[in-house]
């Protein structure tokens, strides 16, 4: 008889395990939901559209009040208490009901909506990475929306509007038949998300960094020709072919038993950045419906911002980096009694592509100029000072000044500029004929020489102010060149760690055995792996150099 009555019950009913697995649903739980038994029996909550009520279930499960009906993400008013029985949780009934009225209805949607959005605000955009974007967006749409979510970004620059076809919103594709879209464009696919249970079903379905170019009459062209969002709701097998963008596509979708499927362009500021493509198995009734479209193209309204803003971001690190990348590729060649090698290792965060730099000039009677700076900042801005730093300092070498004197003169140039921006600088001037080193500094990190058997010496150079201060002050020190010596000079990304401090870098780079009568190469490559910090933080530019006996000559 009672299960006569939960049967038969006006009230959506429904049990889950201690598992929050669903384990027992009414007919009025589905004729109120829409959703068909094999959405939610046996699945464990996180799997269905009730996903968004799991913080209201633990805080029931440990034993909260329950608290009023509350309409939750999906729309419906669902109240939850624990079950027990001989004093032992044995799971959570919960009861559902429909909105009474029209305008309860539209109540509802709002809450939604606005549930979204917030949710979307806090999970989408949380960094300036387009991948990381992408993937932010799929997640939040599984499984609240759908069992399958795919993010493809197009090309930087297809999507421009004007460029025809693509880039316009609103196109004049057709509505179906073969041959009235254009042809889509590749596009890279970004992300994919899924629910658990559909993970082992895709089969083929091509993984995040595939290259992708939807058929003809796929949803995913037909969206993208008409700059709209697309629809298409209980699939046959048939239609389903003609709607998936591939063959691998259509055997992953017939694997998961996809039947509804919704793309909707991800468009920002008059440019199309790619797809959102939302899928549902079969046993959802109704598919997609008008709410869910309202909501998925808000949503992908807000995220198409994010994944351009990270587009647009990643395009200028990259025409910075590749700048400064150029203008380091040609340094001076030095005199034949001296060997030299140098590397530039940018950041692993390219937001922190900054200004350091090294330059090698020939000065008379065999003697050569070494330089190592580091101008203050990051981004386009710092790579043209730099330029600009280097261009002085080759014309001040053809003054054949010492290198306070080089200093000086660079200083009182760059701090006519008030554009500029200050740089460190450390200069070296080798001279095997006479052997000696020559150093002066503009508040740079002290030199490092290394030999064989000898503990390594941090040169103490008088350091001066930053270059472009106009306070001027520098001086120099000589020092005794070796044949078997080899120098080593750095930027600060090399040495510094965050929240340590700078003497505590240097020594650690003074106490390490670096070889210095192996290959100069070599030398920087102990460097980099001894020294440097396991996460580079900053970019790093260093040199070495070493003396040419005597008899090469």
């Not at 599984?142 to 421009?160: F, Q, R, S, T």
């Not at 034949?336 to 730099?357: H, K, M, Q, T």
């Amino acid at each position: 008889m009672l299960a006569d009555v939960l049967a038969q019950a006006p009230v959506g009913m429904a049990l889950l395990d201690v598992d929050l697995r669903w384990v027992y649903a009414n007919e009025a739980f589905f004729r109120t939901t829409g959703l068909e038994p094999a959405r939610i029996l046996s699945r464990p909550v996180a799997a269905t559209p009730f996903a968004a009520d799991l913080p209201t279930i633990h805080r029931v499960l440990a034993g909260s009040e329950a608290g009023p009906p509350a309409a939750t993400a999906t729309g419906w008013h669902v109240r939850y208490r624990r079950l027990e029985s001989d004093g032992r949780v044995t799971g959570i009934i919960a009861s559902v009901s429909g909105s009474a009225t029209r305008q309860q209805r539209h109540l509802d949607q709002a809450r939604r909506r606005l549930a979204l959005q917030r949710a979307a605000a806090e999970r989408i955009g949380t960094t300036l990475d387009v991948d990381i974007t992408c993937v932010e967006l799929a997640e939040l749409t599984v499984p609240a929306m759908a069992d399958l979510a795919i993010v493809e970004v197009l090309p930087y620059g297809i999507g421009d509007r004007g460029q025809g076809g693509y880039g316009s919103q609103g196109g004049h594709g057709g509505h179906g038949g073969h041959g009235l879209h254009p042809e889509a464009p590749r596009m890279r696919r970004a992300a994919l998300a899924c629910a658990p249970d559909l993970r082992r079903r895709l089969g083929a379905l091509a993984m995040p960094g595939a290259s992708v170019r939807p058929g003809a009459d796929s949803t995913v062209a037909r969206c993208l020709a008409e700059g709209r969002l697309t629809v298409t709701n209980l699939l046959s097998d048939a239609e389903l072919a003609d709607r998936a963008q591939s063959e691998d596509t259509l055997a992953a979708y017939r694997l998961a038993d996809i039947d509804s499927l919704l793309a909707v362009p991800l468009s920002a500021r008059g440019r199309l950045v790619g797809v959102l493509t939302l899928a549902r198995a079969r046993g959802t009734a109704e598919g997609f419906t008008e709410d869910d479209a309202v909501l998925v193209q808000d949503l992908a309204d807000r995220a198409a911002v994010s994944i351009e803003n990270a587009r647009q971001y990643a395009e200028s690190q990259s025409v910075t980096l590749e700048l400064q990348r150029a203008l380091l590729v040609e340094p001076g060649r030095p005199h034949s009694n001296l060997e030299v090698a140098a590397r530039y290792l940018p950041s692993g965060n390219r937001a922190l592509v900054g200004g350091d730099w090294y330059e090698i000039v020939r000065l008379p009677f065999g003697r050569t100029l070494l330089v190592m700076g580091d101008v203050m900042g990051h981004g386009v801005e710092a790579a043209v000072d730099m330029s600009i730093y280097r261009s002085v300092i080759r014309d001040a070498g053809g003054m054949d000044l010492p290198p306070h004197g080089i200093l000086r003169h660079l200083d009182t140039v760059i701090s006519q500029d008030e554009t500029a921006r200050p740089a460190t600088c450390l200069l070296a001037v080798a001279d095997p004929n006479r052997r000696r080193w020559t150093f002066a500094s503009a508040g740079h990190l002290p030199p490092a020489l290394f030999a064989a058997g000898r503990p390594t010496e941090l040169v103490t150079v008088p350091t001066g102010p930053p270059l472009g201060t106009g306070l001027g002050g520098y001086e120099q020190v000589i020092v005794d060149l070796h044949p078997e010596q080899a120098l080593l000079i750095y930027t600060d990304g090399l040495v510094e760690r965050r929240g340590e401090d700078i003497d505590v870098s240097l020594a650690r780079l003074a106490s390490l055995p670096l070889p210095g009568s192996g290959g100069l190469e070599d030398l920087l490559d102990d460097a980099l792996r001894l020294v440097a910090p396991p996460a580079v933080e900053d970019d790093i530019a260093l040199l070495a150099a070493r003396a040419t006996p005597r008899d090469d000559l």
